[in-house]
């Protein structure tokens, strides 16, 4: 009897001695963060055939298919990611950010404003918007009204005056946007380089703390993920 109580107590001893094996999904998304695409869209797709109601699946998987510069293909996935969760603001913020790489500006504008329908604290959606109404759409009270909106909601963005300036050149009346063939880059002309924003990267639970602190520069277009979009 002794020793029956005696293996009985040193069970849970060792089991917690044990490391839970990771799944697919825990495999691939650590890939992802190291940006080992490559094997992390494998382990992805694996997992989406053993589980086809991975929603962050599909979205990662979108998300290197964006990188990729597939964006039909990033499309459906994200498609796929809201069908299963319809009330997620990242996915049709991920499916505005598609869009507006195929240069198709309505249908971003539309998916941004989604976006921010289901969640209002996605202040990235009104720059983006912006974005999408300069860039795209040529429409100078649309850019001036989201990108005012976008510093109203994120008064800390290290670029704050670059866009500040920016919204000023814009309101004035002898300021023309180029047209859609110049070789001007807008970029250029309202002074705002190529590290207006910051991008930032998908981060696992244990790197979420402090996330605003991770960001780094990169081009307008680049993508956001998760908890780093409110």
Not at 158 to 176: C, G, S, V, W
Request: charged share 35%; hydrophobic share 35%; no cysteine.
């Amino acid at each position: 009897m002794f020793k029956i109580i005696v293996l009985i107590l040193l069970i849970p001893a060792l089991l917690i001695g044990q490391k839970k094996e990771e799944t697919k999904f825990q495999k691939a998304s650590k890939y992802f963060f190291q940006k080992k695409f490559e094997m992390a869209e494998l382990l992805l797709r694996e997992e989406l055939k053993d589980n086809p109601e991975n929603r962050k699946a599909y979205s990662y998987l979108g998300d290197i298919m964006l990188q990729k510069g597939q964006y039909d293909a990033a499309i459906e996935l994200y498609k796929k990611a809201v069908d299963l969760d319809p009330s997620s603001a990242e996915e049709e913020f991920r499916l505005g950010q598609a869009y507006y790489a195929k240069k198709l500006g309505n249908v971003a504008v539309d998916h941004y404003k989604k976006a921010l329908q289901k969640n209002p604290n996605l202040k990235y959606a009104y720059f983006h918007l912006g974005l999408s109404n300069l860039m795209l759409l040529r429409d100078k009270s649309e850019t001036i009204r989201n990108w005012e909106e976008y510093l109203r909601a994120a008064p800390e963005d290290p670029q704050y005056e670059k866009i500040r300036r920016a919204i000023e050149l814009l309101k004035d009346p002898n300021f023309k946007i180029p047209p859609p063939d110049s070789d001007i880059p807008i970029e250029e002309i309202l002074h705002l380089g190529g590290d207006i924003l910051k991008a930032t990267e998908k981060k696992d639970s244990a790197e979420s703390a402090g996330h605003e602190d991770k960001k780094t520069v990169k081009q307008l277009e680049d993508i956001y993920r998760d908890d780093d979009l409110n």
